[in-house]
């Protein structure tokens, strides 16, 4: 069972930058892609960023592009997502999640597609 937990949100102001890590805590199993999603407040969970596993192939949504780089360390299971030059807009819960499934085009981008998820780690932008 893949168990996610996140770390490193916080408050920062705009123009800041956080790194924020998602470690697998369970059992280590077969994972195609790990992406991140976040949620704002009366918001749907909206795609950020996501990687596949094996390979490193990264895609980026065209509203954090060029600011959030999504990474990953597999010796140590680990997930990250640098976010460079924050903005108020990014205000949300950040949440990591894994997908079982081997896609082969890439990573996908709907949140219906990924079978595991951390609890979430809030990151707050003031202006």
């Known amino acids: 069972q893949v168990q996610l937990v996140e770390s490193g949100g916080g408050l920062v102001q705009a123009g800041g930058s956080l790194r924020l890590s998602c470690v697998n805590s369970?059992?280590?199993?077969?994972?195609?892609?790990r992406g991140w999603f976040r949620q704002a407040p009366g918001k749907g969970r909206e795609f950020v960023a996501a990687i596949t596993w094996s390979r490193g192939r990264a895609s980026v949504a065209d509203s954090v592009k060029g600011r959030f780089t999504i990474d990953r360390d597999n010796a140590k299971d680990t997930l990250y997502l640098q976010m460079d030059n924050l903005k108020p807009e990014d205000t949300a819960v950040y949440y990591c999640?894994?997908?079982?499934?081997?896609?082969?085009?890439?990573?996908?981008?709907?949140?219906?597609?990924?079978?595991?998820w951390g609890q979430g780690t809030q990151v707050t932008v003031s202006s």
């Open positions: 999640a894994a997908d079982v499934e081997d896609r082969g085009f890439g990573v996908a981008l709907r949140p219906g597609a990924y079978a595991y």
């Open positions: 369970g059992r280590t199993g077969s994972t195609y892609a």
